[in-house]
T-cell receptor, first 114, second 114 residues
Framework: NAGVMQNPRHLVRRRGQEARLRCSPMKGHSHVYWYRQLPEEGLKFMVYLQKENIIDESGMPKERFSAEFPKEGPSILRIQQVVRGDSAAYFC????????????FGPGTRLTVL | AQSVTQLDSQVPVFEEAPVELRCNYSSSVSVYLFWYVQYPNQGLQLLLKYLSGSTLVKGINGFEAEFNKSQTSFHLRKPSVHISDTAEYFC????????????FGTGTRLTVIP
């Protein structure tokens, strides 16, 4: 059973470029969550998606950030025109459904903005 | 809204000694409670969770936690730590009736000293 997969593991971008982070949930999981971990801080919720739907994006910055979870393929977190403050570890988690179900985390993508 | 406080940012402890990592939460509703462990440059791994029932929860790697509703606490304990327990530990809560996202504390860095 493959776990949650994220790629790339490390991503370096210059200011103004776009960053695309990918997350493949565990087999059978239709719920995906994205979290951001800034240096020396805990994880902060960004967005919760089900297949083809954004359920809760209350943690997403209002500009430059977007997320999708298409019917086929991985979930994508997209950051346009990156700035240095976007440098962080971005974690994806998946679950089969309800809050009673454990969220399983991927290894994260470490984004560095130069 | 939920919030989680981990008062101790760093806890050094000698090998084979007991340890307690503290977690307090704030919520106006009932909650689900979780402890996750993060090893360097890795994703989060679930140690244990409280959903309902017995307030003493046993997890992996010899860890256990006790849910105390009156004190709104969910402290993590281990009677005898190993060098391999050195890691960052995160307490998290979620709302059983709301969105599925987790609210994390800022983490406690456990360092086991030989």
């Amino acid at each position: 059973n493959a776990g949650v997969m994220q790629n790339p593991r490390h991503l370096v971008r210059r200011r103004g470029q776009e960053a695309r982070l990918r997350c493949s949930p565990m087999k059978g999981h239709s719920h995906v969550y994205w979290y951001r971990q800034l240096p020396e801080e805990g994880l902060k919720f960004m967005v919760y998606l089900q297949k083809e739907n954004i359920i809760d994006e209350s943690g997403m910055p209002k500009e430059r950030f977007s997320a999708e979870f298409p019917k086929e393929g991985p979930s994508i977190l997209r950051i346009q025109q990156v700035v240095r403050g976007d440098s962080a570890a971005y974690f994806c988690a998946s679950s089969p459904g309800t809050p009673r179900n454990t969220q399983y985390f991927g290894p994260g993508t470490r984004l560095t903005v130069l | 809204a939920q919030s989680v406080t981990q008062l101790d940012s760093q806890v050094p402890v000698f090998e084979e000694a007991p340890v307690e990592l503290r977690c307090n939460y704030s919520s106006s509703v009932s909650v689900y409670l979780f402890w996750y462990v993060q090893y360097p440059n890795q994703g989060l791994q679930l140690l244990l969770k409280y959903l309902s029932g017995s307030t003493l929860v046993k997890g992996i790697n010899g860890f256990e936690a006790e849910f105390n509703k009156s004190q709104t606490s969910f402290h993590l304990r281990k009677p005898s730590v190993h060098i391999s327990d050195t890691a960052e530990y995160f307490c998290a809560v979620s709302d059983p009736a709301g969105a599925n996202n987790l609210f994390f504390g800022t983490g406690t860095r456990l360092t086991v000293i030989p």
